[in-house]
């Protein structure tokens, strides 16, 4: 099936270090979106990314594709304690009637 | 600002119980999904449903099944509660197509005994 990965499975960080993860993909998709999940909570989305573009910002957030290598960067900047949290990515294939979520990144910021 | 309401956000059942979860949603969404979340698997989808009286299998519909009777909810039923249906059941909803951005409940923790 196509799914996202991202990588690493967890990251720990300094409070106000930035902190990247990554998303790999199989087959063409015709975007990419980022969420977060709050421990035992519901996902919330951060941002979507079309395949014709290559960053988008939003807040502290820098979300960058490369189609060409099936991945996908998730930048957070000046990390804050309540950036703790599991971040997924989510893939549409340009076919499917549905996206696909990765199994996540778990993200600890330490004081 | 979106919101999507689940019923329950802990739940205990016994081994061959039936088990209904309620999902509404207040936005008009078209499409409305249901999620089992399991540690190292990710989320997996069970069910969706892309219109009243409509659905559509996920990778995992065994031993489940939905109702959608009315556009603003979606329900997932349990037939007969197994052990290994103990999980985080997440429930979602998206506007107009089944991979636009997706706004989801906080969840319910099921827990079969």
């Known amino acids: 099936s196509q799914q996202g990965e991202e990588d690493p499975q967890a990251l720990s960080i300094q409070e106000g270090e930035n902190a990247t993860m990554n998303c790999s993909y199989k087959?063409?998709?015709?975007?990419l979106q980022w969420y977060r999940q709050n421990s035992g909570r519901g996902l919330v989305h951060l941002i979507l990314?079309?395949?014709?573009?290559r960053e988008k910002h939003s807040g502290r957030l820098r979300v960058t594709l490369d189609t060409s290598k099936k991945s996908s960067s998730l930048l957070i900047t000046a990390s804050r304690a309540a950036d703790t949290a599991s971040y997924f990515c989510?893939?549409?294939?340009?076919?499917?009637?549905?996206?696909?979520f990765g199994s996540g990144t778990r993200l600890s910021i330490r004081p | 600002d979106v919101k999507v309401t689940q019923s329950s956000r802990y739940l205990v059942k016994r081994t061959g119980e039936k088990v209904f979860l309620e999902c509404v949603q207040d936005?008009?969404?078209?499409?409305m999904f249901w999620y089992r979340q399991d540690p190292g698997l990710g989320l997996r989808l069970i069910y969706f449903?892309?219109?009243?009286?409509?659905?559509e299998k996920g990778d995992i519909p065994e031993g489940y099944s939905v109702s959608r009777e009315k556009k603003e909810r979606f329900s997932l039923i349990l037939e007969s509660a197994s052990t290994n249906q103990t999980s985080m059941y997440l429930c979602?909803?998206?506007?107009?197509?089944?991979?636009?951005?997706?706004?989801f409940g906080p969840g319910t923790r099921l827990t079969v005994l």
């Open positions: 979602a909803s998206s506007f107009q197509s089944s991979t636009d951005t997706q706004y």
């Open positions: 087959t063409s998709i015709n975007n």
């Open positions: 990314i079309r395949s014709n573009e």
């Open positions: 989510a893939t549409d294939a340009s076919s499917a009637s549905k996206i696909i």
């Open positions: 936005m008009d969404h078209e499409n």
């Open positions: 449903s892309y219109d009243v009286k409509m659905k």
